[in-house]
């Protein structure tokens, strides 16, 4: 119980810091989704499930966005709960392997692309927070090359216990099955706001892929860090 307060509280928190936020609901935080994501690879379904519900329920207290009782009961605890999915690969074997330097640069380097590039973009739209934001995820994958690329003074082992797959695998879980949740919440009950001659499945697919999958990128890149710090499952 203690660890879902303290998961639930520190996701809540960062769900204040906010990227940019869409009219009809739904945000980029600064990895708001990584604390739950963690929390159900450290505990399972059962216990991921039940705390992603709750933080759910403090989403709708804090900044409810209500049109009927269905869409609530869609929109919130059944959308942020799937989030617990990631739960799922909780007890997936993890890989016992030597993972080539190579790769870590490669990845490194597509993301430190990837958040200059959309910096670059946001900066065009004059988006101060979100060029900021884009920025320093630039400057931190950045130093997380420079690291890579500096010589060491100690051999690498030949092969440790990763938890890299399960924890990029859960997160694309757990993000999916928010984005369906919301998705067909967007095409039952928000199908009216479409612009003239546009499917609901097509807008709902965009508006709410405009930030699930910003959101998606910013936590895999965060669970790909606390996967390779081996704190996945500190202190379990």
């Known amino acids: ?25 739904g945000s980029v935080t600064a990895g708001s989704m990584v604390p ?38 869609i929109d919130y605890p059944i959308a942020f709960g799937a989030l617990g999915l990631a739960g799922f690969f909780s007890r997936w074997p993890t890989t016992r392997l030597r993972v080539p ?16 590039a959309i910096s670059c973009y946001e900066l065009t739209q004059f988006a101060v927070m979100e060029t900021l934001f884009f920025l ?22 030949e092969e440790y216990r990763s938890n890299l797959i399960p924890a990029l695998l859960g997160a694309a879980v757990g993000i999916s099955g928010r984005f369906l949740a919301h998705f067909a919440s967007g095409v039952w009950f928000f199908g009216p706001y479409a612009p003239p001659g546009m499917s609901p499945i097509v807008y709902s697919a965009i508006y709410n892929g405009s930030y699930i999958v910003p959101e998606l990128i910013v936590t895999m890149y965060f669970m790909y860090l606390i996967a390779k710090s081996n704190v996945l499952r500190a202190y379990r």
């Open 136 to 157: 320093w995820l630039f400057a931190l994958t950045f130093l997380l090359l420079l690291w890579l690329y500096t010589p060491k003074p100690w051999k690498e082992p």
């Open 36 to 73: 739950l994501i963690w929390l159900s690879l450290r505990r399972g379904p059962k216990i991921g499930l039940f705390a992603c519900a709750v933080y759910g329920l403090v989403q709708l207290a804090l900044e409810p966005f209500i049109f009927s009782p269905a869409q609530v009961l």
């Open 101 to 116: 330097a190579s790769v870590d640069k490669s990845i490194a380097i597509a993301f430190s692309v990837l958040f200059f």
């Open 1 to 25: 119980m203690s660890e879902i307060v303290a998961f639930v509280g520190l996701a809540t928190a960062l769900s204040y810091v906010k990227v940019f936020s869409l009219p009809q609901g």
